[in-house]
């Protein structure tokens, strides 16, 4: 299995940005495809982006979509989400997640592994 560690939350204003890091740990990394996700108090766990394998592939949620970038390095193990022209309705607690084998995956339930989380807090 592969263990995951985000960083890079915290408090930002409205237009600002952030980028969150998600390190893994465990199995080969490039095994695995990769997704980010948030959760937002009385939300439910919502998709935000996703990687294939290799980076070459990514999809996005409509909400994001041209405002965040997810990438990743299979040598140094780690996935970014490169967050601009942030708003506070993204607000929320920021999850990576990871599954094995490729593919591009935006459902909770396709994903077996899960950081513990990091804080993103956009104030107006």
């Known amino acids: 299995q592969v263990q995951l560690v985000e960083s890079g939350g915290g408090l930002v204003q409205a237009g600002g940005s952030l980028r969150l890091s998600c390190a893994a740990s465990?199995?080969?990394?490039?095994?695995?495809?990769v997704g980010w996700f948030r959760q937002a108090p009385g939300k439910e766990r919502e998709f935000v982006a996703a990687?294939?394998?290799?980076?070459?592939?990514?999809y996005y949620a409509s909400s994001v979509k041209g405002r965040f970038t997810i990438s990743r390095d299979n040598a140094k193990n780690t996935l970014d989400l490169q967050m601009n022209s942030l708003k506070p309705e993204d607000t929320a607690v920021y999850y990576c997640?990871?599954?094995?084998?490729?593919?591009?995956?935006?459902?909770?339930?396709?994903?077996?592994?899960w950081g513990q989380g990091t804080q993103v807090t956009v104030s107006s």
């Open positions: 997640a990871a599954r094995r084998y490729s593919g591009i995956y935006y459902q909770v339930r396709d994903y077996d592994y």
């Open positions: 465990g199995r080969i990394f490039s095994y695995y495809a």
């Open positions: 990687s294939n394998w290799s980076g070459g592939s990514t």
